[in-house]
């Protein structure tokens, strides 16, 4: 069975750096049918996506976030990482870490089917 | 970035009745294979988004056939033949044509 599970230390401060951990079970991060994307979600919002990482560590950002994200993946452990620069309140959402299957061989839906449990994450001083 | 713009944001339907859910996107969802790229996802309280239907109008396998999505290029629907109490949580539409991607605002849909 396929799970994503994220982690994380759930309150940070202000200018502190968010750190959030994505581990992958059921399906390997190396497989060339899918790209790993982080998506968060303020109380009450829209989801708002993030980015995306590739098994070749290949990345894509939100422009509103490029400068202060970083995503990256280990394949040998398989899981996945966000790390967020600088958080401020806006910041405050649950995050979610999901995987987008690339193929068209109809096996799994060519979009998100895969999404973790999402974990809260509060900047607060 | 490309805005996705839903309608109604919420609904209240009869158990029984039909819902129909709009999304429109500022520039064309189709891809260079011909491929709409707009999904649709359904949050129900308290839990994860999961995928009803991708690429415009194909329904992700446990998805109820009652829902079923349609259009093509920058207008979407998504539509529910039979309301159940299950069906109550957020909407959601995603374009997935160009990073970033974006979601619509969500409609929520309530039993009356």
């Known amino acids: 069975q396929v799970q994503l599970q994220e982690s994380g230390p759930g309150l940070l401060k202000p200018s502190e750096t968010l750190s959030l951990n994505c581990t992958v079970s059921g399906v390997s991060t190396s497989a060339a049918s899918y790209f790993w994307s982080w998506i968060r979600q303020p109380a009450g919002k829209r989801p708002e996506w993030i980015g995306r990482i590739y098994n070749s560590g290949h990345t894509e950002y939100n422009p509103s976030l490029r400068s202060r994200v970083t995503l990256s993946l280990d394949t040998s452990e398989n899981h996945l990482s966000l790390r967020l620069t600088s958080v401020t309140a806006a910041d405050t959402a649950v995050y979610f870490c999901?995987?987008?299957?690339?193929?068209?061989?109809?096996?799994?839906?060519?979009?998100?089917?895969?999404w973790g449990q999402g974990t809260m994450v509060t900047v607060s001083s | 970035d490309i805005v996705v713009t839903q309608s109604p944001l919420s609904l209240t339907v009869t158990p029984g009745e039909p819902a129909s859910i709009s999304c429109r996107s500022s520039q064309s969802l189709v891809g260079g294979n011909g491929n709409d790229y707009l999904d649709w996802y359904l949050q129900k309280p308290g839990q994860s988004p999961q995928v009803l239907i991708y690429?415009?109008?194909n329904r992700a396998s446990g998805v109820p056939d009652r829902f079923s999505g349609s259009g093509s290029g920058t207008d979407f629907t998504l539509k529910i033949s039979r309301v159940e109490a299950e069906d109550v949580g957020v909407y959601y539409c995603m374009q997935a044509a160009q990073t970033p991607y974006t979601f619509g605002l969500g409609t929520k849909l309530e039993i009356k």
């Open positions: 690429l415009g109008s």
């Open positions: 999901a995987g987008y299957y690339e193929y068209y061989d109809g096996t799994y839906p060519h979009a998100f089917h895969i």
